[in-house]
């Protein structure tokens, strides 16, 4: 038996390429999007495991450092590095901000997250892909490849300028922002430190405070101005643990003793998935329904239209003697066919439009085989009108008035 | 009634009749029909607009359900006040062919398809489908056509390919519906020429509805339908 419905996409080639192709485009889209939550969890993923540590040790009662602020003062590490089963232990800052390369247009500005770390600690990038690591204490930067800067590039950050020594890569923040590693100190000046007209501000408040500027007490008000414009806060420790210990019990070690929350990798990624990125999930789990229901439509009606411009052939099909499942058959087909076409422009689109996203977009082939299956299976579940239609036509409308 | 048609039956109605609606509504657009067509005969069915010669041609097609009376093909009883067979659909496939007043040829398949379709949902294999497909588009001189789409076909053509279409499963009976309606005098006489050697040549009962006045004297006999009634008369027979 020949094969009606291939018969009639190849006689019609053109309409159902394009057709084809439309639909295609919406399926990319829908691909991309489930390649867009993917990327948000594989970021995720990628900033706990590049981190170096075990643990993550922040402001009691917080989410902190990628969830929520957190503040930690920064001899908190030796502490920590006390505690049995600690390996190593370090500060880090975390800052959500926009730079820009030196003397260039606000309009050049990236946005990134600025991280203070301690060369050689948990929290340096854990491999580079051109220059060398920071080795000066301070106004080096390395930077993940997304920001646009390269080895040499002079960026500007608050009042300084830092000179790129090193790119990384896939080092972004649970927000897909990529990173900026700068020293420590650096980072909590960064973050902390205050405008020169706000430090004035502040020193004038001090001196006129009688409790603070005490005649009787001479160096006082030197040392209470001096400590305000230092900062000793961190966002988080980070901490790495040594070999036979186990990290939940190290860190509600240090939940007990020390006063801190501190969390597991599992923790933390539980943090950032099931919390940080839930409401993202969700609206792109919403926008794949919304767009499986249209691609469902467009389906429907594509075959539907296609299937009432010929209803005279399929009424003389049937009073010729050809069997419903024949004619239900080659509609399906057709369906189908649309589908498998929709599904290769699809792919191919999704693949060649993923890196010019500004997000990282994973296209897991999984998920391509779970939309290969939704997409015939929407495609089959369109045809059923049109099939309705085809075999409600009345072989009798082929003869006579 | 013409006694050799008894002896060799292709098609025979007795009382056939068919009403449309219930009650005040109901219009009888059939009663009481006899008709009878042997093998290899060609008859022509003729009448107004209204006089129930579709709704004959339905019945005789199995597409619709007569109200009461009885019909054979060959020797087998199909009808009789309700079908007696009830895959409606094999029967006509098997059964009768049809050739309508458009072509309606299925534009996606090229001409050896469009004829070899009908033996193929039978179950024959696809190259003895077309190769009995090619034979008959020899037999109606569109073999040069084989492989062409019906819309690059003329009219005429498209007509002799769809007399292939409704000989393929070697019907007994075949049903047409104003063959000859979208073509000029001498096309029309050529489809006439065809379907008689056809019929000949085949053995095949061929109904002949039609309005067409230059082919009724190729007719041996002609039923004429009038309120659903109708009267056999002796054609010319003259040959097309």
Known sequence: ?401 | MNTSAHKALGIRIEGLRKRYGEGDTAVEALRDVNMIVAPGEVVGLIGPSGSGKSTLLKCLGAVIEPTAGRMWLGNQLLYDNGWLNRDLRALRRDNIGFVFQAPYLIPFLDVTDNVALLPMLAGVANEKARSRALELLTDLDVQHRAKALPSSLSGGEQQRVSIARALANQPPVILADEPTAPLDSERALGVMRILNRMAEQHKTAIIVVTHDEKILPTFKRIYHIRDGQTYEEAGEGREP
């Open chain 1, 1 to 401: 038996m020949i094969s009606l419905a291939g018969r009639d996409i190849l006689h019609s080639w053109p309409k159902f390429v394009l057709t084809g192709m439309g639909l295609g485009l919406l399926i990319g889209v829908t691909l991309s999007m489930a390649g867009i939550y993917r990327g948000m969890v594989d970021d995720a993923q990628a900033l706990l495991a590049n981190s170096g540590a075990d643990l993550w040790v922040v402001q009691k009662n917080t989410l902190g450092p990628y969830a929520e602020s957190s503040s930690l003062r920064d001899d908190v590490y030796r502490d920590i590095l006390g505690l049995p089963g600690v390996r190593r232990a370090a500060n880090v800052t975390y800052l959500t901000m926009q730079v820009s390369k030196s003397g260039s247009e606000s309009s050049d500005e990236v946005r990134v997250m600025v991280v203070g770390f301690e060369p050689g600690q948990p929290g340096e990038p854990p491999y580079l892909v051109a220059g060398r690591h920071i080795m000066r204490s301070h106004y080096e930067a390395v930077v993940d490849i997304k920001t646009g800067f390269v080895v040499g590039d002079r960026i500007r950050i608050r009042r300084h300028d830092y000179t790129v020594v090193g790119e990384t890569r896939r080092m972004v923040s649970s927000g897909g922002d990529p990173m900026i590693y700068i020293p420590l100190k650096d980072g909590q000046e960064t973050q902390f430190l205050k405008d020169n007209d706000a430090i004035r501000n502040e020193r004038t408040r001090t001196a006129a405070n009688p409790t603070l500027n005490r005649p009787g007490a001479p160096g006082l008000l030197e040392a209470i101005q001096s400590s305000q414009t230092i900062s000793h806060n961190v966002n988080s420790v980070l901490v790495s643990v040594a070999e036979g210990h186990s990290a939940t019990e190290v860190a509600r070690n240090i939940e007990r003793w020390k006063h801190l929350q501190a969390y597991t990798q599992a923790e933390m990624s539980e943090i950032l998935i099931a919390k940080l990125i839930t409401n993202s999930a969700r609206q792109i789990g919403l926008f794949l329904v919304i767009l499986s229901i249209v691609s469902a439509a467009i389906v429907a009606f594509i075959i539907y239209t296609m299937t009432i411009s010929k209803i005279r052939e399929i009424a003389v099909l049937k009073l010729i003697g050809t069997r419903d499942r024949t004619i239900a058959g080659m509609i399906l087909q057709q369906a189908l066919g649309l589908g498998v076409i929709g599904f290769m422009v699809g792919k191919t689109v999704a693949s060649v439009w993923a890196p010019i996203f500004p997000k990282y977009v994973l296209l897991e082939p999984g998920d391509a085989m779970r939309g290969f299956v939704l997409v015939m299976l929407i495609c089959s579940i369109a045809s059923v009108l049109a099939i309705r239609i085809a075999l409600k036509a009345d072989p009798a409308a082929a003869i006579g008035g």
